[in-house]
């Protein structure tokens, strides 16, 4: 139901844009969020924003990365500035999902890769 988009390969110091959509059976999404993992860590939060378009960000994207989304076509964006080579991972989105049905799901994305070469 989370399709992600926008993954390649960058310079450092380069920009990426990521998007993600969901579709289905779907009456609203509330928080939406970005994960990464890199090889051989853990998944960790990059940022997150809710229907009404309050952010949060870990530390590490904080002034670089800008999350955003558009309710009406239920997407999330990722824009990513001043790649740095650790920011190299697999990004997964991640929605809280109200279906027509009042369930409630949590979807995630299959990931889509990000390598930032130094």
């Known amino acids: 139901q989370l399709v992600e988009s926008g993954g390649g390969l960058v310079q450092a110091g380069g920009s990426l844009s990521l998007s993600c959509t969901a579709s289905?059976?779907?009456?609203?999404?509330?928080?939406m969020d970005w994960y990464r993992q890199a090889s051989g860590k853990q998944r960790e939060l990059v940022a997150s924003?809710?229907?009404?378009?309050?952010?949060n960000y870990a530390d590490s994207a904080k002034g670089r990365f800008t999350i955003s989304r558009y309710n009406a076509n239920n997407t999330v964006y990722l824009q990513m500035n001043s790649l740095k080579a650790e920011d190299t991972a697999v990004y997964y989105c991640?929605?809280?999902?109200?279906?027509?049905?009042?369930?409630?799901?949590?979807?995630w994305g299959q990931g889509t890769q990000v390598t930032v070469s130094s």
């Open positions: 289905g059976s779907i009456m609203r999404i509330d928080v």
């Open positions: 924003i809710t229907r009404g378009g309050t952010t």
């Open positions: 991640k929605g809280s999902i109200t279906g027509w049905g009042y369930d409630i799901n949590v979807y």
